[in-house]
T-cell receptor, first 113, second 117 residues
């Protein structure tokens, strides 16, 4: 079983829809929970992160962490065609002085105008 | 700002050939790493380095070699290319400090697309 599981999609939604992306994990040591966005033929870029359980909002994006269920989510409100990308969840913990990062496999999202 | 620069962006090799993928960062990051990204497999860590002169293996190190002589550069060498090494390769760097607020955010290059025939 992988440490981090993510539904690969693809996910296709109409413009303006609410999108929900999810990951589950098995390692209780994870401290930071991140979402990266990767546009086609580009490298991933950090979108947002949360520390421990709770919600964090940034514009149309909300990240949610439930450590008791080992489940994280990213919600996108009023989705736009420019949100079309692959979204990778990532989680990290301190290992020997650096943050060890584990990625999910990514969910490909297409927002149709 | 250059960030993380990878070269070449595209490369076609024949089985058995060797080559080096170059990676340079200008953010003074101590941590550098190489990933490969394949459909359905996500990002898999090949090798990483926590500072000049220090390297270690990741999840899929076989067939690859690395060295870290400077903080800025972290080349990845394919010793004898195989079709199974056809992939997109990403170099990434970050701060190593495990202090509060350091998520381990990785800064990625734009990728090097390698095809082995």
């Amino acid at each position: 079983q992988k440490e981090v599981e993510q539904d690969p999609g693809p996910l296709s939604v109409p413009e303006g829809a609410i999108v929900s992306l999810n990951c589950t994990y098995s390692n209780s040591a994870f401290q930071y929970f991140m979402w990266y966005r990767q546009y086609s033929r580009k490298g991933p870029e950090l979108l947002m992160y949360t520390y421990s359980s709770g919600n964090k909002e940034d514009g149309r994006f909300t990240a949610q962490v439930d450590k008791s269920s080992k489940y994280i989510s990213l919600f996108i409100r009023d989705s736009q065609p420019s949100d079309s990308a692959t979204y990778l969840c990532a989680m990290s913990f301190n290992s020997g002085g650096y943050q060890k990062v584990t990625f999910g496999t990514g969910t490909k999202l297409q927002v149709i105008p | 700002n250059a960030g993380v620069t990878q070269t070449p962006k595209f490369q076609v090799l024949k089985t058995g050939q060797s080559m080096t993928l170059q990676c340079a960062q200008d953010m003074n990051h101590e941590y550098m790493s190489w990933y490969r990204q394949d459909p359905g497999m996500g990002l898999r860590l090949i090798h990483y380095s926590v500072g000049a002169g220090i390297t270690d293996q990741g999840e899929v190190p076989n067939g690859y070699n690395v060295s870290r002589s400077t903080t800025e550069d972290f080349p990845l060498r394919l010793l004898s290319a195989a079709p199974s090494q056809t992939s997109v390769y990403f170099c990434a760097s970050s701060f190593t400090s495990g202090g509060a607020g350091n998520t381990g955010e990785l800064f990625f290059g734009e990728g090097s697309r390698l095809t082995v025939l």
